[in-house]
């Protein structure tokens, strides 16, 4: 996913099929590793020879996909799919040495020209794309993806009969055995130097990867809140689809990275008890005539009304998205009160205990680019295509509707009383993944310009089937509370 600059934003080049084909030859490629996303977000592959694929796979795509294989995909009696790759996303993976792999992410269709696959991930995220497009703008987004790095990691939960359990090892954590001599606290990970830090390596390693290889841009790394290992690579702000594909092809390179030295990622929101989780913050901002159309000189916080409205969108459809952007069960330990993860629905500028904030560390027409929404809500379990697009369906339905978010709360909400929460009308996020399926359940309209109403009862069933999992099986710490009884 090649890049230029101009005038600081990042324009991404556009290859061509011819292209492809020239630099698999340039690059002495061996194989391809055909990519796409299922609709909970994991990633999948096909590799063929690179001395097999042929200019008419490239325009036609690749009859390789038993779509009933794929959790949410297809049923087993109409499962024949197509995987079309996207010449623009042409990189190598770097840590193949001995058979030279180059990555190419792909679309997905029906078989027999029926069209595109309405479950595609990333064809959910073009329709958002072309929705922002018909509406007269354009949009940025930008991903702060959390996730979490352990030594190592072991659970029993085969056998359900003797008990379930799991552990984890990190060198940097107060419970290590066999630490590096600094370990940090619970909630005291934010930002400190090495020794510390033991992941400064890790993390330099796939930045490189990630902007030399891939294409995909960063400009700060470090360590997160968390103990044991949270870490934070900021990826440079890109449009609605290119974001999406650069946030799945992160996850795939840390795991990959972390592999190779002989440790484990995950982006898991909630591994550790009594810690701060995982988010995925989302940042986003239209656009129309080349400039940012979030940005008012003359507002005190210099937020135009169609920011507002969009935020307001935001807000009103904030316990829908929940399902979408908290998408597992594990999701639900990370918004509580406490943790810097916002539980409440409410917006403000530079408040973080807020699930909208308005960053302000710029003021002026200097820095209108910058201006933004930060949808602090998502964790990094989600699926970046279906987050971005239910975050534009939620946004413009409050442009269509002309939703005010009401006044911004610039008091820390995480300290207020209940009653001062109900008298300034903040609510609460869902509480679990059941409850936040009831929502999107009884209020999917505004996902409609975008998302099908079977990729949303699909959405909705999964999410279901993991709810009942951990619903009928008793928790660890249960003994501790009842065993006595």
């Known amino acids: 996913m090649p890049y230029k600059f101009n005038g600081g934003d990042p324009k991404r080049l556009a290859y061509t099929n011819e292209d492809v084909f020239e630099m698999l030859k340039r690059d002495q490629i061996r194989f391809i590793d055909m990519q796409f996303t299922s609709l909970p977000g994991r990633f999948h592959h096909t590799t063929i020879s690179a001395n097999t694929f042929t200019p008419d796979q490239m325009r036609d795509g690749l009859p390789k996909l038993d779509g009933s294989s794929i959790v949410g995909f297809a049923s087993i009696e109409d499962s024949d799919l197509i ?68 030594d190592r990691v072991h659970w029993d939960v085969l056998t359900p009969y ?20 600094y370990p940090m606290g619970l909630k005291r990970g934010y930002y400190p130097s090495t020794p510390s830090d033991t992941l400064t390596p890790f993390r ?10 891939f294409g995909i841009l960063c400009d700060n790394h470090h360590h997160e809140v968390a103990t044991a290992g949270q870490c934070e690579i900021d990826i440079m702000y ?23 030295f002989e440790k484990v990622a995950t982006m898991m929101p909630k591994p550790i008890a009594m810690d701060a989780g995982s988010g995925m913050h989302t940042n986003v901002s239209l656009w129309k005539g080349g400039e940012n159309a979030f940005f008012d000189k003359d507002d005190p916080d210099e937020l135009s009304q169609i920011a ?17 952007c908290n998408p597992t069960t594990n999701s639900y330990h990370r918004l509580v009160p406490g943790y810097e993860a916002p539980a409440y629905i409410a917006w403000s500028s530079s408040n973080r205990s807020a699930i909208v904030r308005v960053p302000k560390h710029f003021k002026g027409v200097s820095h209108a680019k910058l201006k933004r929404l930060e949808f602090r809500a998502p964790d990094p379990s989600s699926n970046p295509y279906l987050v971005f697009a239910a975050v534009t369906g939620a946004g413009m339905d ?37 409850e936040a399926l009831d929502e999107l359940d009884s209020d999917r309209g505004f996902l409609k310009p975008i998302f099908t109403e079977d990729v949303i009862d699909k959405i909705v069933e999964l999410g279901r089937n993991d709810h009942r999992e951990i619903s009928i099986r008793p928790h660890p710490h249960e003994f501790y509370l009842y065993f006595d009884v």
């Open 83 to 150: 995987i079309r790759p996207d010449p623009s996303t042409y990189a190598i993976i770097p840590w193949l040495t001995e058979n030279r792999t180059a990555r190419l992410l792909c679309d997905v269709y029906w078989g027999g020209g029926r069209g595109r696959l309405t479950r595609d991930p990333r064809g959910i995220a073009q329709n958002a794309e072309k929705y922002i497009g018909d509406q007269g703008y354009s949009s940025y987004w930008g991903p702060e993806v959390e996730f979490f790095v352990f």
């Open 162 to 181: 003797k008990g379930q359990s799991y552990s984890i090892e990190s060198r940097e954590a107060p419970w290590s055995q066999e630490g590096n001599g």
């Open 204 to 213: 330099n390693e796939c930045v490189n990867i990630l902007n030399s290889d």
């Open 238 to 260: 890109d449009t609605l689809t290119n974001a999406a594909d650069s946030a799945q092809s992160y996850k795939f390179i840390v795991r990959n990275v972390a592999q190779k």
């Open 308 to 324: 507002r409205y969009f935020c307001g969108g935001i807000m009103d459809h904030a316990k829908a998205l929940s399902a979408i």
């Open 398 to 434: 409050g442009v269509r509707r002309k939703s005010e978010p009401g006044d911004p709360v610039q008091e820390d909400i995480f300290k207020m009383s209940t009653d001062e929460r109900r008298d300034r009308g903040i609510g609460m996020l869902p509480a679990t993944l059941g």
